[in-house]
Nanobody
Framework: QVQLVESGGGLVQPGGSLRLSCAASGSNLDDLAVGWVRQAPGKEREGVACITRLPPDTYYTDSVKGRFTISRDSAKNTVYLQMNGLNPEDTASYYC??????????????????WGQGTQVTVSA
């Protein structure tokens, strides 16, 4: 079982940037699909981005395409989510999650196997 720890959340003004990190132990993230999932108060969980096992493909929900970038650092066993052009609608708790097996990104976020504890992102003036 992989243990995941997210960091990098915080308060940022509209138009600003944040980089979230998902550090793993217990498993090699290169062997897994890794996704970022967010949940705002009163809303359902939403898959934001996902990167498949190596060689990677990446996927983004439409609302973040062109603004968010998911990437891996294999040496650090860490996955990042670079978030630019943030707006208040991006405010949520952000979780990283992994999927084993073939290492493909699941269509349904409930199909991820393991989850981190989350990090809060607040976009406000």
């Amino acid at each position: 079982q992989v243990q995941l720890v997210e960091s990098g959340g915080g308060l940022v003004q509209p138009g600003g940037s944040l980089r979230l990190s998902c550090a793993a132990s217990g498993s090699n993230l290169d062997d897994l699909a890794v996704g970022w999932v967010r949940q705002a108060p009163g809303k359902e969980r939403e898959g934001v981005a996902c990167i498949t096992r190596l060689p990677p493909d990446t996927y983004y929900t439409d609302s973040v395409k062109g603004r968010f970038t998911i990437s891996r650092d294999s040496a650090k066993n860490t996955v990042y989510l670079q978030m630019n052009g943030l707006n208040p609608e991006d405010t949520a708790s952000y979780y990283c999650a992994t999927k084993g097996g073939w290492g493909l990104c699941p269509r349904d976020v409930s199909d991820y196997d393991d989850w981190g504890q989350g990090t809060q992102v607040t976009v406000s003036a």
